[in-house]
C-alpha cells in the first residue's frame, strides 16, 4: 500500500509569509505531532485533535542540525533567535551530544528550555543487598517497610491559602479608596505568586521525588 504523503510546512510560507519568521524544523515538528495526534485518533486511541489555546501553556520543539543551537557562558542560541541568557539548571557533560530543544512559555510568562541529549553509557552492575518498599499512603506521601513517613510539601496549597487571605482583607476594604487601591496591588503580587506556584508546582514535586531518593537509597545501608 503505497504511503500518503502530506505537504511540507514550505508550501504555505508563500500564502503565509508570516510562517518564514518561525523556525522550519519547529514546523516540521509540529506537523509530525499533528499527524501523529490523528493516527491516534483514527486509531480509536485518543480524542480528536485540538487546537493549542494562546492562554493556556505554550511550546514548540526544535532539533540541533549542523551546530544551530548552542550553549556557552549562561547563554544560548537557538534557531530564528539571538543568544539568549538564562539560568542553566545543571552542566551538561562534554560528552553529551545535543540532540533537541523544548521551549515552553507558562501562563505567568516565563520561558524554560528543556534539552534533549544522547550520550553511550555502560551501567556497572550492581548486587542488591537490601530492599525496602515503600507504600502509599492518603495521609502521607509514602511508608517505607519500617513504619517511616514522608510529608507532603503543599506547595499548591501554601500558595492558595495566601491568596485566600489578602482576598479576605481586600473585602474588608471600601471599593475605590486608597486602602482599597493599595489592598489590590498587593494581591495581585499575591495572584502572580499563586500563578507562578502553580505552574510550578510540578517542579517543585519532581524536585522533592530527586530530593528524597538519596535518603531512600541510603535508608538501610
Known sequence: ??????PTPAKYKKEFPWLKEVDSLALANAQLNLQKAFQHFFS??????????????????????????????????LPKLKWIKLKQH??????HIIKACTITKTKTGKYYISILTEYEHQPAPKKVQTVVGLDFSMSTLYVDSEGKRANYPRFYRK???????EQRKLSRKKEGSNRWHKRVAVESRSLYRFLSVHSA??????????SMRPSISNMRA
Open 1 to 6: 500500500m503505497k504511503q500518503q504523503t502530506f
Open 44 to 77: 480509536g486511541r485518543a480524542g480528536f485533535p485540538k487546537f493549542k489555546n494562546r492562554k493556556a501553556k505554550q511550546s514548540y520543539t526544535t532539533n540541533m542540525v549542523n551546530g544551530n543551537i548552542k550553549l556557552s557562558d549562561g547563554y544560548i542560541k
Open 90 to 95: 545543571r552542566e551538561i557533560p562534554a560528552h
Open 159 to 165: 500558595a492558595l491559602e495566601t491568596l485566600a487571605k
Open 201 to 210: 508546582v510540578n517542579v517543585d514535586s519532581r524536585e522533592t521525588g530527586t
